[in-house]
């Protein structure tokens, strides 16, 4: 603001020495057509926007001229409106002083209020002074009347108009109870063609290569499944309901074998890809980080190269809908809270012409 003023107030400057080698007949005619024009303006155009600047010089200028000859001049501004800038100018400065004086509560810690808005995500039927007792259970010290203030501060509701379920937040929920199975077929540099059956977790978005061959046929598929029955208890995992599509090659003894182990068979729709919309998303991922980039020489080579694939895309690759959160604890996370702290990473590129590279920090 200031560089703007002094640059009117010398703009102002070298037109008034302008104006002094012209005579004074030249002078009243100007002040004649400038005034029809200002009469002309006024009834076309709206109330106009001063800035700051054109306060500032306006001021400075009508401050001059005596006051009877003002009342016969048309101004945009009125003697009352310099009074008005002037008292407003006074109040923002004695307002800036007292806020550089000011001193009272700190503000909540950051982690507090990641904390506050965490769980009032979580937990949509809890109010603020159920959050309340909730972090002072853990040893938070916070007044309700805070949280509430949080809340109200990033555009969260009371817990009544947060109470209905959403649609993202009950598929969610029911994510874990979803697996999904599929056929996909990979060209080999020969152009041969091959198969393989791939399972992925809703929840998890994990991973799981269960054979490729030339030839699929609904045996083999039974036996693969019959694999993958045994070994999620192993891991943990309580399925209880398998996608696939209506592929010939998932028989009756497919479905059986499903049944035994107490899961139940979901056939998508006739040429509806969105009722797999996370099979075919990982298809696509599959085939554009590796499989569009790689030349497969043959089953043997497409086997390593889908099992470094699923090595990568289960152990370090983030994921948007799981809030890009790793699920490998190989390489712990080194966050970097100092202001002067470096981040220095690392490539290692797995053995698949540089395809897929996983990142860690260096020493």
Known sequence: MLLRSAYLTVTTTFSFLRLLPRSDHDKDMEILVLRHQLTVLERQAAKPALTPEDRFLLAGLLCRPPMDQLRHITLLVHPDTVLRWHRDFLRRRHAAASALRRRGRPRTVRSIRISVLRLARENSSRGYRRIHGELAGLGVKIAASTVRGILKGHGIDPSPGRTAITWSAFLRSQAGALVVCDLVEVSTLTGARLYVLAVVEHAT???????????????????????????????????????????????????????????????????????NSIMERWIQTCRRELLDRTLIWNQRHLLHALRECETFYNEHRSHRLLDRQLRCDRFPIRVLTQPGSRCSISADMIDLAGALKEYRHTA
Request: no cysteine; charged share 25%; net charge positive.
């Open 205 to 275: 978005r994990r991973v799981r290569i269960l054979g490729v061959t030339p030839h699929p046929t609904g045996q083999w598929v039974t036996q693969l499944v019959r694999n993958l029955v045994m070994d999620l208890p192993g891991a943990g995992r309580t399925a209880k309901f398998l996608i696939r599509d209506r592929d010939a090659k998932f028989t009756a003894a497919f479905d059986a074998v499903l049944l035994d182990a107490g899961m139940r068979v979901v056939k998508t729709g006739v040429r509806i890809l969105r009722m």
